[in-house]
């Protein structure tokens, strides 16, 4: 295996949650519905939300995309014990695919009004 690309981004916390209150079909666009809500059935916060968006613009970078895919076609999962991975279809797998990409490493975290995440394409 070998790395295709690797992507970080940082969201600051509160202009992300500004946006999210003054255009609130903003939340449709970038998440999924499952992203969206806890495995509890409870929405996000706005850290988690912020940390799920600075993914989806981490797996962008280390796609080398210049647009063209949807946001809501790269989805951020959390395992039982809270470890990310990234599922990924449509717009995005193509372009995962034209790179030979098989596998994802992500990770997320949000802190003193940041969030970060880092995505690590591999064939």
């Not at 666009?29 to 509890?40: I, M, N, P, Y």
């Not at 981490?58 to 895919?69: F, N, P, R, T, Y």
């Not at 490493?105 to 995440?117: P, R």
């Amino acid at each position: 295996m070998s790395i295709v690309g690797i992507g970080i981004d940082v969201v600051p916390v509160a202009r992300f949650a500004e946006a999210l209150a003054r255009t609130p079909s903003l939340a449709d666009r970038l998440f999924t519905a499952g992203e969206r809500v806890s495995a509890s059935g409870e929405a996000r916060s706005a850290e988690s939300l912020a940390a799920r968006f600075a993914a989806k613009e981490a797996l962008a970078k280390a796609l080398g995309a210049g647009g063209g895919m949807l946001w809501t076609d790269a989805e951020v999962l959390v395992d039982d014990v809270g470890r990310p991975s990234l599922l990924v279809r449509g717009t995005v797998a193509a372009r995962a695919d034209s790179l030979g990409v098989a596998h994802w490493h992500v990770s997320l975290s949000h802190d003193g009004g940041i969030a970060a995440a880092t995505v690590i394409a591999e064939s």
